[in-house]
């Protein structure tokens, strides 16, 4: 069992296409009831993958390896270590919240746009699933058609423009990485004399420093697109003002994590001297998708596009502390990775819930919805916050440790990356200032009705995350921190060869004997050790 | 055996020439004919002065000779269709599709 | 069984021999029976395609006929390609018949019959006249298919415009095999072989004859493939053409063509590349060729309006892509063309099926007469969808493992050999060509899914017509996830061309 649960966890939501494919037409309830048990199923079965993970144990995890293809030398091999488990429980969370979330909204072919998401689902978990580069890349390119079909054709008004250029400038990224994945596998042909696509078999492949360069290039522009880091995230903010409400969410939530996963999953072990070379233009380009992100978020008009632009500079958060390439910041990466999806998925839902009322998104149509929606306003301050990386969130934890690991790698690009948190505070909060406060301007704010159940039930699992992971983050941090841990040590075996100072990375097994609620306390000013 | 050869690429070259230059279909099917001419005085040619043994070569061109035949019919009868359908067969008549 | 004439083993030319009877026994049937017979010759043809592939399955390998017919692994693997091909384009030709071709269909079938068998006596062809042969046999009958809807002026101009291509390029191909003939001495391609080393290992180089006899049976060749520049016929003719005869030059002819090159080219003329294996200048000829192909197919496909003159365009640009199999002149380069030509099979002619279905309700084979079908008909839309998007080369569908494989092998090849940047730039322009196809497949696929207005038709596709595209996308989903048989099949091609003379 042990070894076929993440299959299970995978596949489970072909349960679902299938008999949502067999379900009548004209009972739209049905299929939405499918989607939402299976989706719950599947769910439940990553809470029980949680459970099941040794937090202590190195390596990879449930693996299972068997041939597929033996001609080509491809493995259907799957395991997890605890960077992939919190994605893969985020991507099982945030889909059900995402399927309740269209319950109302989809209203023409319900069929297909339900499809879509399971479909959806099976490309997110496989990604985060495979050990094998052939099964990431078909699980990389599965997720493409489902989310064509929901921007296209359940988008808003220039959905068929943002769905063709999402499709077009994800589809150059995967490209360059097929030439690369070509490259490599036929180059680990010549040096072990067998053909395998293997991860980990792959990652003890040396390569010459120049060829590393390109491969890491032809890697990294994928998932740079996919992240996106600027200069390459011009599709985002077209993708997500057009997706429908849970389409943004998982666009945000899930797909953007992609990226950097793929950073911590192939780029950075495979190519350690190239990851070291461009490591100085990476950072900078993380800094400038900060602050750029920043400032352009808070020009917009519309809700969605200033919380699709604030999604570039957090990414660039997210890669900036993946860059530092030190327990801390890699840490704080991937626990902003969580965090970045728990508090943007929120944010898109709120605001899927506000278009749904007023079907408008524009900021100066809006305000003084406080009155008349106080649940709303209250979960929406929430959220805000956690974005903004206020103390007792989510969002504070993931950027500390983030801004500690930058401060410890490069003093300047620390100073950089903090002005960021205060470009967020600025834009979010104004922003809030403006739906939520004034006065009521607009008459037809007057008559907007609360939040039902439905939609609480939505919002709140999220909120618990956001305090849960603000206030006792150690869970999490346990069972990131021996993949972290082990990514370093390779790393830095490469920085000592090729005459960098490594970074230490503290082997007691804690952050220099921090917890994260040394951190919160700290940051108050109390001094605390 | 020099004169064969030049001759059959003579001919070859009148029968490109032609192919690409006439107007008239009937003139295209003619000079299709003389390049697969060329090919059978080479085939001959080869076969009498170089590869001694064997007629492959002599039984290749009777083979051209009959397919080329078979495909003369086929194009005769779609210049007829073609006659039917615009009164003339010039090659300007049939251009209705462009790229 | 006892056969006449027992020396020349017959019985190995038995699925071609009954192919050929089936169809005069078609033609017969329907000259015979009622002018207005149903379906009943169109399922007549069907069986007989069966059957020919089951006499396949039985007469094993071996060599008939002296030895200029051979049945080894790639000849079968090629002749369940081409019997493949004929069967889905009969079962996507019903609806032509009854709307068009009411009175000549034992003619229609008797011609695909015997373009078919000349295109599997061509697979098993071993020396140059039969080459020659089947290609004609292929072709003729093809002409005259092209040209079906007699009062149709653009079936007629497509008609003749494949005529005047097709047979000028015979006479250059036999032109050339003329001179391939008397440098070497001989028509059979094992024994060209041995003159070629020979003659390499004397003077290291061709001669300007013999580059010139090869230019000319290469131009031949690229012109039943529609490689540039030789492609320009293609988009008329498949315009013009009934679409079922489209599908099937989009497949048979190009794997005819496809045959032929890797006989004479890949396999005939080894002599003529490194001795280690490596690709020279020859591989390189072949590289520009299929990038131009790609490139240019991929690019103007773009602008089509029309679906089947895109999908012409696509089929240009898709020989691009088999060719890059070629480049690799090593065993995994043509078994990925095998491999690819197996899966092209499933997708183009499940496209073709799929174009013929709606051809045949709406007498429309514009784009844009396509938006909001998914509304109406999803489930023939989420079809075209997967055919479509395979062929772009999308995962899982198998037309991804298609390309994965060509690229794959070429990289081999380059990583093997010193000066091989050339062939990364290849594959590198190649995969970046992907991304143009991706463009006007998704094209389609946007007006049918994503149009604000509801179609007015509803689709719907006669028995036959819905066994086709069934198989087509069964073929590419099952082969995507599970390609280990193909690959298998494919990979025997290779043992059965001789690598060293």
Same mark, same amino acid.
């Given at each position: 069992m042990e070894s076929q649960i993440l299959t299970l966890v995978t596949f489970f939501p072909l349960v679902g296409i299938v008999l949502i494919m067999l379900a009548p037409k004209d009972r739209p309830d049905t299929v939405k009831g499918v989607a939402l048990l299976v989706s719950f199923v599947t769910m439940l079965l990553s809470f029980w993958l949680y459970s099941m993970f040794d937090k202590v144990a190195n390596g990879m995890q449930f693996e299972l390896n068997v041939p597929w293809i033996t001609s080509f030398g491809i493995n259907y091999h799957v395991g997890i270590d605890g960077i992939s488990l919190l994605m893969i429980v985020l991507t099982a969370i945030l889909t059900v919240l995402s399927i309740l979330a269209s319950w109302n909204s989809i209203t023409e072919r319900v069929k297909g746009y339900f499809i879509s998401m399971l479909l959806l689902q099976i490309g997110m978990i496989g990604v985060f699933c495979a050990l094998d580069l052939f099964m990431f890349y078909i699980f990389w390119e599965v997720m493409l058609i489902p989310m064509y079909f929901i921007i296209g054709i359940w988008?808003?008004?220039r959905r068929v423009y943002a769905a063709i250029k999402f499709v077009l400038f994800t589809m150059f990224g995967s490209l360059l990485m097929l030439v690369a994945i070509l490259y490599v596998v036929s180059a680990y042909h010549g040096f072990a004399n067998e053909y395998s696509f293997d991860i980990l078999k792959l990652a003890t492949m040396p390569i010459a420093y120049k060829p590393q360069l390109l491969l890491f290039g032809a890697f990294a522009l994928a998932f740079a697109i996919k992240v996106p880091l600027f200069p390459f995230h011009t599709w985002l903010p077209d993708a997500h003002v057009e997706a429908p409400t849970a389409g943004s969410v998982i666009l945000a939530g899930v797909l953007l994590k992609m990226g950097t996963y793929g950073f911590l999953r192939i780029c950075i072990p495979m190519f350690p001297q190239a990851t070291i070379t461009y490591l100085p233009y990476i950072c900078v380009l993380a800094l400038i998708a900060i602050i750029y992100g920043a400032l352009v978020a808070m020009v917009q008009r519309d809700v969605k596009s200033l919380v699709a632009f604030s999604s570039v500079s957090h990414m660039g958060f997210v890669m900036l502390g993946i860059f530092a390439l030190n327990l801390q910041g890699v840490e704080g990466a991937v626990l902003q990775m969580i965090n970045h999806g728990v508090s943007t998925g929120a944010l898109f839902l709120l605001v899927g819930m506000i278009y749904e009322r007023r079907h408008t998104r524009l900021i100066s149509e809006l305000g003084g919805i406080v009155k008349v929606m106080p649940v709303f306003a209250t979960l929406f301050m929430i959220v805000t916050l956690s974005s903004i990386g206020l103390p007792l969130t989510n969002g504070f934890v993931g950027e500390f440790l983030i801004l500690i690991g930058t401060f410890k790698a490069n003093m300047t690009y620390g100073v950089i990356a903090t002005s960021g948190v205060i470009l967020s505070a600025c834009y979010m909060l104004w922003m809030y200032q403006r739906v939520i406060?004034?006065?009521?301007?607009?008459? !037809?704010? !007057?008559k907007l009705i609360d939040l039902d159940w439905r939609e609480k039930g939505i919002l709140i699992p999220l909120v618990v995350l956001i305090f849960w992971i603000g206030i006792y983050p150690k869970p999490f941090l346990d069972r990131i921190e021996p993949a972290v841990r082990s990514l370093l040590t390779q790393t830095n075996m490469v920085r000592e060869d090729i005459g960098e100072p490594a970074f230490t990375v503290e082997t007691d097994g804690s952050l220099s004997g921090m917890t994260a609620e040394d951190v919160n306390l700290n940051s108050k000013g109390e001094v605390h050790e | 055996m020099f004169y064969y050869l030049a001759l059959a690429a003579m001919l070859f070259s009148i029968g490109l020439f032609g192919v690409l230059t006439r107007r008239n279909t009937i003139g295209i099917l003619m000079s299709l004919e003389l390049m697969f001419n060329a090919a059978n005085i080479n085939f001959v040619a080869f076969n009498k002065f170089i590869v001694t043994d064997g007629l492959t070569g002599q039984i290749f061109a009777m083979f051209i000779i009959a397919v080329a035949a078979a495909e003369a019919a086929l194009g005769l009868a779609i210049v007829l269709l073609i006659y039917r359908n615009w009164r003339g067969i010039d090659t300007e008549h049939y251009n209705v599709m462009k790229w | 069984m006892d056969f006449p004439f027992p020396e020349y083993n017959l019985q190995y030319m038995l699925p071609e021999i009954f192919l050929f009877v089936w169809a005069l026994v078609v033609i017969s049937f329907d000259l015979l029976s009622k002018r207005n017979n149903g379906s009943t010759t169109g399922y007549l043809t069907l069986f007989g395609i069966a059957i020919a592939g089951l006499l396949l399955g039985l007469v094993g390998n071996g060599k008939g006929f002296g030895k200029m017919f051979i049945n080894d692994n790639v000849a079968v693997f090629f002749k369940v390609i081409f019997l493949g091909a004929a069967f889905m384009a009969v079962g996507s030709s019903f609806g032509v018949m009854q709307k068009k071709i009411v009175n000549h269909r034992g003619e229609f079938y008797a011609l695909l019959l015997m373009s078919t068998t000349g295109m599997m006596f061509l697979s098993s062809s071993q020396e140059l006249l039969s080459i020659y042969l089947g290609l004609e046999l292929t072709t003729i009958p093809l002409f005259a298919m092209a040209a079906?809807?007699?009062?149709d002026k653009l079936s007629v101009e497509s008609g003749i415009k494949y005529f005047i291509i097709g047979a000028f390029s015979s006479a250059l191909m036999v032109y050339g095999m003329s001179f391939l003939y008397g440098l070497t001495g001989s028509t059979d391609l094992a024994q060209m072989k041995v003159a070629f080393f020979k003659t390499h290992l004397q003077f290291g180089d061709m001669g300007i004859v013999m580059i010139l006899a090869l230019i000319m049976l290469a131009a031949g060749i690229g012109f039943k493939l529609a490689l540039p520049p030789f492609h320009q016929w293609a988009p008329d003719v498949y315009e013009g053409a009934p679409t079922p005869v489209a599908a099937f030059l989009s497949v048979g002819s190009k794997g005819a063509g496809l045959i032929a090159f890797a006989k004479i080219f890949v396999d005939g003329l080894y002599a003529y590349h490194s001795p280690d294996m490596a690709p020279n200048d020859w591989g390189m000829l072949i590289g520009i060729l299929a990038i131009a192909a790609m490139v240019l197919g991929n690019v103007l496909a773009?602008?089509?309006?029309?679906i089947k003159r895109m999908l012409a365009y696509s089929s240009i640009a898709q020989a691009g892509y088999i060719m890059i199999g070629m480049v690799a002149l090593s065993a995994s380069g043509i078994a990925s063309v095998g491999f690819y030509l197996f899966i092209y099979l499933f997708a183009n002619m499940g496209a073709f099926a799929a174009v013929a279905v709606f051809e045949d309700m709406t007498g429309s084979c514009q784009i844009k007469s396509y938006a909001g079908l998914a509304r109406t008909s999803p489930f023939f839309s989420a079809v075209m969808a997967v055919f479509l998007l395979s062929l772009a080369g999308i995962p899982p569908l198998a037309g991804f493992l298609a390309k994965y494989y060509v690229f794959a092998s070429v990289v081999d090849v380059a990583q093997r050999s010193a000066d091989s940047s050339w062939m990364y730039w290849m594959v590198g322009i190649g995969l970046l060509t992907t991304v143009f196809a991706l463009f006007y497949y998704a094209n389609v696929i946007k007006v049918m899914f994503f149009s604000p207005e509801t179609s007015p038709y509803k689709v719907e596709a006669p028995l036959p017509a819905k066994a086709v595209l069934a198989i087509g996308v069964i073929g590419v989903l099952l082969f995507g996830l599970y390609p280990e048989p193909i690959l298998q099949f494919a990979t025997g091609i290779s043992s059965s061309l001789h690598f060293m003379p």
């Open positions: 988008g808003g008004a406060f004034g006065k009521i301007t607009n008459p !037809e704010n !007057e | - | 079906f809807y007699k009062d773009i602008r089509q309006t029309n």
